[in-house]
């Protein structure tokens, strides 16, 4: 039977039923591709010959090198157009809720590398993964590399983003924003159609080295000693952003944070911030956030208010730093972690957009290569989900702090103009 073919409609049937849908086929996602491809490095890496292993190092060279292009044009491409946009925005009503949303991803950033800091290197003890530092030292080599050298510098394109950015906001709106917007579109396509669907062939090629290497089990007792304390940090942030949220609006803050579980439970299964908004309006608006500032909060903070990606990639960049023996720089990644709030402001919607993002900070402050850079993609995709539930529960706390002082000065709807463009993940 070909349950595709249309069907007769009965005339006398009620117009309020409309036909089944056929059902949607079940969508081998971002996540279920990159933990195969980790299981399949390991396997494979076990017997494969060398002969055949150097094919995806070879790739994988090739990959990084494009990779390491493309990350100053991300940068431009993606962080002047989010400056603009904010510029452009609804007033003081915006500024104070990006401020707010800043201060709530940095605080955070803060939280997760004073615990990092203290806890990872007794957790961690002497593990060493010696090939991320130098990738030369793989016994792996390939069979030829091909230089990508990129247009300029990632501290150059931040610098020209945010002049860029900043000058957009005070000049009319034009022709140079519209372009910037285009090439906002472009750089999220390019990642969308060639980097997210390579991305598991080149962690498979990661593993694959790793196993055959001998260093595997310290990657992944890495990981999982890793993820079990980002876990754990992102229950205190939450706790943390609902005791203030509670003050603000005089209400039982484990009460708030309950009525918010519907949308962290949808977050997890969409890994999606702004696919989630629908629902974290409704939330907030339950809790007692007026439907004029939830309306415009909760969907602004989706773009904006990345605190639980920020917290992610804090945490793996410590523990990718420790077991690769880099030295730990407080100054250096303080900044990271100031320079990582803003970077997540343009975080392009896609799965694994914050760190794809991130990645010009990792290498530009903190110096990571691209093989470090790729464990962390792997490492920041494996919990995605739970970073993005911690981003878009955070929201409705930041919608009750701004209830709190907006009191009494904010009636009516916030009309969709009044939004920049929301591109959050």
Same mark, same amino acid.
Request: proline share 6%; net charge neutral; charged share 10%.
């Given at each position: 039977?070909?349950?595709?073919?249309?069907?007769?409609?009965?005339?006398?049937?009620?117009?309020?039923?409309?036909?089944?849908?056929?059902?949607?086929?079940?969508?081998?996602?971002?996540?279920?591709?990159?933990?195969?491809?980790?299981?399949?490095?390991?396997?494979?890496?076990?017997?494969?010959?060398?002969?055949?292993?150097?094919?995806?190092?070879?790739?994988?060279?090739?990959?990084?090198?494009?990779?390491?292009?493309?990350?100053?044009?991300?940068?431009?491409?993606?962080?002047?157009?989010?400056?603009?946009?904010?510029?452009?925005?609804?007033?003081?009503?915006?500024?104070?809720?990006?401020?707010?949303?800043?201060?709530?991803?940095?605080l955070c950033g803060m939280f997760a590398l004073a615990f990092s800091l203290l806890l990872l290197p007794r957790m961690l003890g002497d593990a060493r993964i010696d090939t991320l530092a130098n990738p030369a030292d793989s016994s792996?080599?390939?069979?030829?590399?091909?230089?990508?050298?990129?247009?300029?510098?990632?501290?150059?394109?931040?610098?020209?983003?945010?002049?860029?950015?900043?000058?957009?906001?005070?000049?009319?709106?034009?022709?140079?924003?519209?372009?910037?917007?285009?090439?906002?579109?472009?750089?999220?396509?390019?990642?969308?159609?060639?980097?997210?669907?390579?991305?598991?062939?080149?962690?498979?090629?990661?593993?694959?080295?790793? &196993?055959?290497?001998?260093? +595997?089990?310290? @990657?992944? !007792? =890495?990981? #999982?000693? *890793?993820?079990? /304390? $980002?876990?754990?940090?992102?229950?205190?942030?939450?706790?943390?952003?609902?005791?203030?949220?509670?003050?603000?609006?005089?209400?039982?803050?484990?009460?708030?944070?309950?009525?918010?579980?519907?949308?962290?439970?949808?977050?997890?299964?969409?890994?999606?911030?702004?696919?989630?908004?629908?629902?974290?309006?409704?939330?907030?608006?339950?809790?007692?956030?007026?439907?004029?500032?939830?309306?415009?909060?909760?969907?602004?903070?989706?773009?904006?208010?990345?605190?639980?990606?920020?917290?992610?990639?804090? &945490?793996?960049?410590?523990? +990718?730093?420790? @077991?690769? !023996? =880099?030295? #730990?720089? *407080?100054?250096? /990644? $303080?900044?990271?972690?100031?320079?990582?709030?803003v970077v997540m402001i343009a975080a392009p919607g896609v799965p694994g957009g914050a760190i794809m993002a991130a990645a010009g900070v990792l290498t530009s402050i903190l110096g990571f290569g691209e093989a470090a850079v790729g464990?962390?993609?792997?490492?920041?995709?494996?919990?995605?989900?739970?970073?993005?539930?911690?981003?878009?529960?955070?929201?409705?706390?930041?919608?009750?702090?701004?209830?709190?002082?907006?009191?009494?000065?904010?009636?009516?709807?916030?009309?969709?103009?009044?939004?920049?463009?929301?591109?959050?993940?």
């Amino acid at each position: 039977m070909n349950t595709s073919a249309d069907t007769a409609v009965d005339p006398g049937a009620a117009p309020c039923a409309p036909p089944a849908a056929a059902p949607r086929r079940k969508r081998f996602g971002l996540l279920s591709r990159i933990l195969l491809a980790i299981v399949l490095g390991i396997l494979l890496g076990l017997v494969m010959p060398e002969a055949i292993a150097r094919v995806f190092t070879t790739f994988n060279g090739v990959f990084s090198g494009f990779l390491g292009f493309l990350i100053p044009l991300i940068i431009v491409g993606l962080v002047t157009p989010a400056i603009a946009e904010l510029g452009h925005g609804a007033g003081k009503m915006l500024a104070a809720t990006a401020g707010i949303a800043y201060l709530s991803t940095a605080l955070c950033g803060m939280f997760a590398l004073a615990f990092s800091l203290l806890l990872l290197p007794r957790m961690l003890g002497d593990a060493r993964i010696d090939t991320l530092a130098n990738p030369a030292d793989s016994s792996i080599a390939p069979y030829f590399e091909l230089q990508i050298p990129p247009v300029f510098e990632v501290m150059t394109a931040l610098v020209l983003a945010f002049c860029l950015g900043i000058g957009l906001t005070l000049v009319t709106k034009g022709a140079l924003q519209e372009s910037f917007v285009q090439l906002r579109t472009i750089i999220v396509r390019i990642i969308e159609a060639i980097i997210i669907p390579l991305l598991p062939l080149y962690i498979f090629g990661m593993f694959l080295g790793l &196993t055959m290497n001998g260093q +595997i089990w310290t @990657v992944i !007792g =890495t990981f #999982l000693t *890793v993820i079990l /304390l $980002v876990l754990a940090m992102t229950v205190v942030v939450l706790l943390a952003q609902y005791a203030v949220a509670g003050w603000a609006m005089g209400r039982n803050p484990l009460r708030m944070l309950w009525t918010m579980l519907p949308a962290y439970a949808t977050a997890l299964g969409t890994s999606s911030s702004a696919a989630t908004i629908p629902v974290t309006t409704a939330c907030a608006k339950r809790n007692g956030v007026p439907d004029a500032i939830a309306d415009f909060v909760v969907p602004l903070c989706a773009t904006i208010h990345l605190s639980g990606s920020t917290l992610k990639i804090t &945490t793996f960049a410590v523990a +990718i730093m420790i @077991v690769t !023996g =880099t030295p #730990l720089n *407080v100054g250096a /990644l $303080v900044g990271f972690v100031l320079m990582l709030g803003v970077v997540m402001i343009a975080a392009p919607g896609v799965p694994g957009g914050a760190i794809m993002a991130a990645a010009g900070v990792l290498t530009s402050i903190l110096g990571f290569g691209e093989a470090a850079v790729g464990l962390m993609i792997a490492a920041y995709i494996a919990i995605d989900s739970f970073g993005t539930a911690t981003n878009v529960t955070g929201d409705g706390a930041i919608a009750a702090l701004m209830t709190r002082f907006s009191k009494g000065r904010v009636s009516g709807d916030l009309t969709t103009q009044d939004h920049p463009q929301l591109h959050g993940v």
